[in-house]
């Protein structure tokens, strides 16, 4: 039990003011929660609430300052509160204790004993600090030949993923998670990977119809999942560029757990949690995912080239290329100036990357389809 401060009404108190008329003379402020439970934590001792006290006893941040929580008249070793009293104190102790407590011993990190690093992060002291310091090394080669401006600043890329869901005879819910696009029902896990393929977090659980860009702003905007505390100044965010990093990881995901590639309604409540075990998994048994060291050089040619005018941009609309055309099959023999050229040149050159490449085969192999319809 605590010890009570004064009785279980509100009072007017300052250490500092001996006689009721110095305490008349001077302008009293309410104590917050926070302040109250403050001196339970630091003194033991259980100030009811709306209670005031005058500047002298309260710091810069609106506490009770430690030296005059020890000066406090106990007045019974013994305090009893209702049940609605006592769970509000539960709560404020748990949240204010998250809050002041152990993240304040963290800010102090020469004081933090073996057994808290090891108990609140999994990992000593060593560990902690050897997977801080790898955090640069998570950037792919590339991403730092484009993005980087330091070996610690940190390239993060972000992408929601689908997970597909049963019908559901709720009508709101039903519309909410109806996608029109892909004509299915879906929720949208997000998720954060470095550049060569660790996942960082898994956001969520968001409906079908919310589009990435307003996902991110809200996570961005939310203080509470971690991910603005994580990230420095100058670390960068790859959004809707480059994603094929994470879409391998997404495919990864569904393909290494079964169970969470399509699930039933009443799993939605563990959806999120299924998630994140499973990418705990994938990082623990990690493979990096790398890009071919010759983009390494293309980064740098694009790079050089980024100030430059698009002339091909230019070719395509005064000639209105743009525009839907038929498709007409045709030998290269059968014009005079076609350019020769070589695949390593196309992708050196022209298209940075062998993607545009198989496109184009596919694309080909279509449209001859297409036309013998």
């Known amino acids: 039990m605590s010890k009570t401060g004064f009785n279980n009404k509100r009072i007017e108190f300052c250490?500092?003011?001996?006689?009721?008329?110095?305490?008349?003379?001077?302008?009293?402020?309410?104590?917050?929660?926070?302040?109250?439970h403050y001196a339970l934590i630091q003194g033991n001792i259980y100030v009811p609430e709306n209670s005031r006290a005058c500047r002298i006893d309260i710091d810069e941040s609106g506490l009770i300052k430690q030296d005059h929580i020890d000066q406090i008249s106990v007045i019974s070793q013994e305090t009893c509160l209702d049940k609605e009293k006592a769970e509000k104190i539960l709560k404020r102790?748990?949240?204010?204790?998250?809050?002041?407590?152990?993240?304040?011993?963290?800010?102090?990190?020469?004081?933090?004993?073996?057994?808290?690093?090891?108990?609140?992060?999994?990992?000593?002291?060593?560990?902690?600090?050897?997977?801080?310091?790898?955090?640069?090394?998570?950037?792919?080669?590339?991403?730092?030949?484009?993005?980087?401006?330091?070996?610690?600043?940190?390239?993060?890329?972000?992408?929601?993923?689908?997970?597909?869901?049963?019908?559901?005879?709720?009508y709101t819910f039903q519309r909410l998670l109806f996608s029109g696009q892909k004509k299915y029902n879906f929720v949208k896990p997000f998720v954060v990977t470095t550049t060569n393929g660790r996942i960082v977090d898994i956001f969520g659980l968001h409906p079908a119809g919310k589009n990435d860009a307003t996902i991110l702003k809200e996570i961005l905007e939310d203080k509470k999942n971690g991910l603005r505390d994580f990230l420095q100044e100058n670390d960068i965010l790859i959004f809707d560029r480059g994603l094929w990093v994470v879409e391998v990881k997404n495919s990864?995901?569904?393909r290494s757990f079964r169970a969470i590639e399509s699930i039933s309604n009443a799993e939605l409540n563990?959806?999120?949690?299924?998630?994140?075990?499973?990418?705990?998994?994938?990082?623990?048994?990690?493979?990096?995912?790398?890009?071919?060291?010759?983009?390494?050089?293309?980064a740098r040619k694009m790079k050089l080239k980024i100030s430059k005018s698009n002339d091909l941009c230019k070719i395509v609309i005064d000639n209105k290329l743009h525009k839907k055309s038929n498709f007409e099959k045709i030998e290269y023999a059968e014009i005079n100036d076609f350019p020769i050229l070589t695949i390593d040149k196309i992708k050196n050159e022209i298209s940075y990357g062998n993607y545009q490449i198989i496109q184009a085969k596919s694309y080909n192999i279509f449209q001859q389809m297409v036309k013998m319809k």
């Open 15 to 36: 250490v500092g003011c001996l006689t009721r008329e110095q305490l008349k003379s001077r302008k009293l402020h309410t104590l917050s929660d926070d302040s109250i």
């Open 93 to 170: 102790f748990l949240k204010f204790g998250r809050r002041n407590t152990l993240f304040s011993k963290f800010s102090d990190e020469v004081s933090i004993t073996e057994s808290l690093w090891k108990n609140n992060t999994g990992l000593s002291k060593i560990q902690f600090y050897e997977q801080v310091e790898s955090l640069g090394d998570m950037n792919e080669k590339i991403a730092k030949e484009l993005f980087a401006k330091s070996e610690t600043h940190l390239n993060l890329i972000c992408d929601g993923t689908y997970c597909r869901i049963q019908k559901s005879s709720n």
């Open 252 to 254: 990864f995901l569904k």
């Open 270 to 298: 563990h959806t999120l949690v299924d998630y994140k075990i499973a990418a705990a998994l994938i990082n623990k048994y990690f493979k990096f995912v790398f890009s071919y060291n010759e983009n390494i050089e293309i």
